[in-house]
């Protein structure tokens, strides 16, 4: 099974956890992008929803399923986000980021009651770190930013590479916030608490891709005799 057939499975599988009137965040990155495709064939079919996109991107995709959207200003409680993840943990911590709407992801998420998490079973890991952890910072100030950021990372434990990240021309990738993302390839993450602690401490490091405490549940599509068979973990 190819990763996007288990990424829809995982998506179609959340789409049957919303509820006529729910307001909903709507996660970024292709799983979140199917999920919001699948909730508009149901929006279509007559259900009724409002969604908070967390990019500019979903809010495109949401606008083209033709989801009703709503602000957090408007709706500032959630009922149900559903997103990606770019790796998960047994304690159902994430890595969230890979597609640099980590900062809205976050803040969309922490206004939500319930925040599910969908997911192919090659997301799955026991020790987060192996995908580079994502560091949103501001562009003022970057040298010494990046010098802070290390040390908070050697503080934790953790140790490796910072790279800035570059869009496909080239130049720094910019986030819908207008800031730049740092990617830490640290292999292993000992204690991600200690380490999301200490890099909120950072002046400049605008949010981190650690989500800590906010999944609810997963729905992981795992590959097995050629079919996908969905596992649920926490409540989802
Ligand atoms: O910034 C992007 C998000 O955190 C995504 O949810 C994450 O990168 C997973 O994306 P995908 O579903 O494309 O693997």
Redesign the pocket.
Known sequence: MSPAEL?RAAAARAVGLVEDGMRLGL??????TLFVELLGERVRAGLSVVGVPT?EATRRAAEAAGIPLTTLDDTPELDLTV????EIDPELRLI???????LR?KIVAAASRRMVVI?DGA?RVETLGRFPL?IEVVPFGLGATTRAVAAAIRSAGAAGPLALRRGPDGAPFLTDGGHLILDAGLGRIPDPEALARALVAVPGVVEH?LFIGLATGAVVAEAADGQPRIVTLGAA
Do not use: C, I, N, Q
Not at 96 to 102: E, P, Q
């Open positions: 990424k996660g970024t990155g292709s799983t979140a990019s997103d990606g993840a770019d969230k980021g890979g597609g640099g709407a980590l992801e997911v997301k994502p891709g």
